[in-house]
């Protein structure tokens, strides 16, 4: 199993709105380098829900259920459809994952704009325990 973390603006589409409609097709990346880590995810595999914007926390984790598929025409782009798993206890800012040194190399802090990143294990270690799992 591999871990993500996948960034979305809560006003856009929101971990309420994932809950809510029990999954989603986790679609519109055009980033090349993101939708490279789209195409490496796997059913069973483990994304931080990440909201960006005024928020700037990770606030819960979803499940990929299917791998990539195209998304679009040009064979370019992929999506992956998740399903919610669970709330964290507490919200992990921005300002907290910064200040955790066992995070310096985590991708997102070092590719901000990076909307689809891996979490090696360890980092999601540091990420549950600061959430309260």
């Given at each position: ?16 709105d994932l809950?809510r ?8 990346v055009?980033n ?7 195409r ?10 990440y909201?960006s914007g005024k928020?700037k926390a ?5 499940t990929?259920t299917?791998a ?5 025409d040009?064979g370019r782009?992929v999506s992956?459809?998740i ?5 964290l206890?507490c919200s992990?800012t921005?300002t907290?994952m910064?200040?955790?040194?066992k995070l310096?190399?985590?991708p997102m802090l070092r590719?901000?704009?990076l ?5 090696g294990?360890?980092e ?6 600061m959430?309260?799992?």
């Amino acid at each position: 199993m591999a871990y993500w973390l996948l960034k979305s603006e809560a006003d856009s589409y929101g971990w309420a709105d994932l809950v809510r409609d029990g999954r989603t097709e986790w679609d519109g990346v055009r980033n090349a380098a993101a939708a490279g880590h789209l195409r490496g995810m796997k059913p069973g595999d483990s994304a931080i829900v990440y909201h960006s914007g005024k928020d700037k926390a990770a606030v819960g984790i979803a499940t990929v259920t299917r791998a990539a598929k195209a998304d679009g025409d040009d064979g370019r782009w992929v999506s992956v459809e998740i399903a919610p798993d669970r709330p964290l206890p507490c919200s992990v800012t921005l300002t907290a994952m910064k200040a955790e040194a066992k995070l310096a190399d985590l991708p997102m802090l070092r590719q901000s704009r990076l909307s689809v990143s891996p979490v090696g294990e360890a980092e999601w270690t540091v990420l549950m325990t600061m959430a309260g799992l």
